[in-house]
């Protein structure tokens, strides 16, 4: 589906006339959210909560029942009971979500899966068409607040270090996709899938699309926005570092690169995580690196360090976190409610500074209630902005396999049993 | 602990040569097949001079060796070593202190008797000399050995029992313990040495042990069950382990005798008459005690009886986990915390009522589930919460009438829940008298070992089987001796 189809079919949605999924709608159209208070927020996203509460208590039994057990009344409920409510997102792997979708829920949506970088069976979620167009407006939103400008519809390229039918299985791509169709922005795919048949993951199956990257290279469209892993980013500056002075000159005529030049509004957005690779560099020193290869300027003209931002967006999660290196942390969209949980005990944890299991709760979202912790730790510090708060991502949580104990009663030829 | 650092093997029979190896920051000396061949060629003179000893003797030598045992414990000689064990084995240091206090019972000549005319029909005797067992007609409980054994590394008794039986029943006993329970493994039996200044027959028993670890890639391994003499071989553990020993035992040309004793489980019965404080103060005891990882530990309970009861039943037996788990702290990394945290949600969400503490160094959890388990759909998204990895974790299941209960039990090996266990080794009852009689004569039919009160569900009596077995019928052969024809 494209981006008009999503809009098309979300409009005509058996549920677009349910009163909460109205008012979701309302809000997330709602562009002056990001100048509201914290407080305004704060007081909005728990009337939210239990509203949402209800109407999934009235469109399946299983969440009214849920309610019930855990001693939630949707009237009263406050974000504290989101620690209870909170599923660990193991919980999505294979056909695990089907479980918490409503039978409501538009059938003609799309499914995206993790990349499997850290399970074998990746997570896997069901979006209805209500889901993907408040994805679009939702995203776009906070993209264009944290990328500190208004992207205009029609103008600029982008190149996406991705392969094109990764659009389909993978949120970030997704994201990233739909939110430049709607604004009319010409998106290259900056890789291609090669032989599918292959066993191993899709990101392992992809070689460079040479073509679309030298089109992107030297187009003097603006802004140019270069979507890839940090890996992505860092290995091409690392290319353009150890290219002898001749490859250097033959790459500069036939591209116009290095240095790339980003343009006017020229922006670095980095997502996806690290892709299994285990030596890349701090964050910090890919920015660094690659600020000697890439140039932007702003909206006048003037020369700056090329603006790097970082996507945090689970499979899970239908809107993204998003920081701009050196400029702001990473911030959620003003609906979605960000909690951290204390890594021992599972209960909400509210101490600034305190790293802790960031868990989600998108109240938008409306084929079920998505209120999750992914296993990453993170922390928060106070900030000035919309949110009143920005987050810091520290880690994925190590998960060890654990040692593989055998009973009767122990671990004979313990060595052979190993770590599984 | 500076020797700590060294597997060497104990073996006081032969001058020995080792192949030197590292594993896990310690250096194994495993004996070469050279040294093992040579100290097999002694084993039979050595097995046959033990057998004429009387068995008496032989207690009295179990019996020193355990006295002294006590003794240096008293004094606090192991201190050092039940340090070393609590980190090595993972269990806490109280538990580790309770472990070393039993080393004296396994040797306790009484317990060993008794366990002996239990298996041998009260004619102990038959193993120094023939036993007329009706006119004319004899018995001899001779060595089946050499016996090797591969043990568990669970803790330090589950090695010495098997070892302590093969070596009393007069075999040449190979014994290979677990990395975990090596130093304490060795630190018993070098008492052997201690009490041989004194005796010819600990001298003798000394003699016919030999310890040494081997890794499970190691040819010397390979050599003692594929190849060498071997008359029994007596391995604890579960797959892929058993697989591959098993195939290695196969191809023995000497067709070694083999017993495994495979991975298994306990199950906790109780009736909601029953449903006491003391009832579930004694499975709080038995969930706490080796964190659940003992052949006989409740890993499942069934309630019998109605709802309500059962979940004041689960609130009694978090009250008893809050006071017993503190005596004996355990630890609980992130990511088992990540695992455990996830599934109490995810059984919650599904259903079940849940009861847990969140106590650093005591998390217990207890899953009620109305009449089926729950737990095996924890098992595909969380695979490490498999049995090995729960600890403190009991689900209890609550069913209406008994006659679900087998089912119960019947259905638990086949659970993904408890992958990895061959089937039920424990029942432990909390039910009325009578209903005893009738649970216990139907839990016949489905496979299990042991049916014994809930209480001491771990202790075992000097008279049991293991698993089924008579462990020292197992380490004999029956001679049998007619002097008079009995005619066609």
Known sequence: ?420 | MDETACLNPFCEIEEYEVDRKEQIGLIINELKEKSLSKVLEKSKGLQSKLSRIPIHERLEVLDKVGKLWTEKLDRGEYNKLKSFLAKSTGYNTQLMELELSFVAFVLNKENIRKNLEYSFSKQIEGLHRFIEVENQESYRFVPAGPVVIISSGNSLIPPLIPTVLSITTGNFTILKPSISNYFGVVEVCRLFKEASIESETAKLMMDALTISYFTHDSDNLRYILGKAPIGVINFWGGEPARTYVSKLVSENPNHPRLLINGPLTGVAVIDESYSDENTAENLALNMVLYDQQLCSSPTRAIFIGGWRDANKFAEKVGVALNRIGKEYPSSTNESSIYTLQSVRRILQLSGSTVYASNEAENMWTLIVSKGESALENVVEPFPTFNIHNRRRFIEIIVIEGYNQLYQLVDELPINEAYSGVDKVQTVGLALPDDKMEEVSEKLTSYGVYRIVPIQDMSIRSALEPYDGVNLASFFTNTIYLRKKPIGW
């Open chain 1, 1 to 420: 589906m494209n981006s008009s189809e999503i809009f098309d079919l979300a409009s005509k949605s058996r549920l677009a006339h349910d009163p909460y999924v109205e008012k979701v709608w309302g809000l997330v159209n709602d562009k002056g959210l990001f100048n509201k208070s914290p407080h305004y927020l704060r007081e909005l996203r728990k009337g939210l909560l239990r509203d949402a509460l209800k109407y999934f208590a009235v469109h399946s039994e299983y969440y009214a029942q849920l309610f019930e057990r855990l001693s939630i009344n949707p009237k009263s409920a406050e974000p504290s009971d989101l620690a209870k409510l909170a599923l660990p997102s193991d919980i999505l792997r294979g056909d695990g979500h089907k479980q918490f979708v409503i039978k409501d829920a538009d059938q003609n949506g799309e499914y995206f899966m993790s990349s499997g970088t850290t399970n074998k069976n990746p997570v896997k979620i069901y979006r209805s068409s209500i889901d993907l167009a408040i994805m679009i407006k939702a995203n776009t939103d906070l993209f264009e607040y944290v990328y500190g400008d208004y992207l205009e519809p029609a103008k600029g390229v982008a190149l996406f270090m991705a392969a094109s039918e990764l659009r389909y299985r993978l949120n970030f791509v997704a994201f990233v996709h739909l939110a430049l169709e709607s604004k009319s922005i010409q998106l290259l795919y900056g890789m291609d899938l090669k032989d599918e048949s292959r066993d191993g993951k899709p990101w392992q199956k992809l070689e460079p699309n040479k073509d679309n990257i030298l089109k992107f290279l030297k187009s003097k469209e603006e802004p140019k926005l270069f979507f890839t892993a940090p890996a992505g980013i860092y290995l091409m500056s690392k290319q353009f570092e150890t290219m002898s002075i001749t490859k250097k000159i033959i790459y500069k005529i036939a591209s116009g690169a290095p240095p790339v030049a980003l343009g006017r509004g020229g922006v670095i957005v980095t997502g996806g995580g690290t892709k299994g690779f285990t030596d890349l560099p701090p964050y910090d020193k890919i920015v660094e690196l690659s600020r000697k290869h890439f140039r932007s300027k702003d909206r006048s003209g003037v020369d700056i360090p090329v603006p790097f931002m970082d996507v945090l967006g689970m499979t899970e999660t239908l809107t993204a976190l998003i920081d701009k290196f050196g400029v702001m942390d990473k911030v959620p969209h003003p609906l979605s409610e960000v909690f951290i949980l204390n890594p021992k005990t599972y209960e909400l944890m509210e101490e600034e500074g305190k790293e802790g299991v960031v868990g989600i709760f998108n109240p938008f979202v409306t084929s079920w209630l998505e209120i999750f912790y992914p296993g990453d730790i993170i922390s928060f510090h106070r900030s000035e902005n919309f949110y009143g708060s920005e987050f810091v991502y520290v880690r994925r949580l190590k998960l060890e396999e654990g040692w593989n104990l055998q009973r009767a009663c122990g671990g004979t030829l313990e060595e052979l049993m190993g770590r599984k």
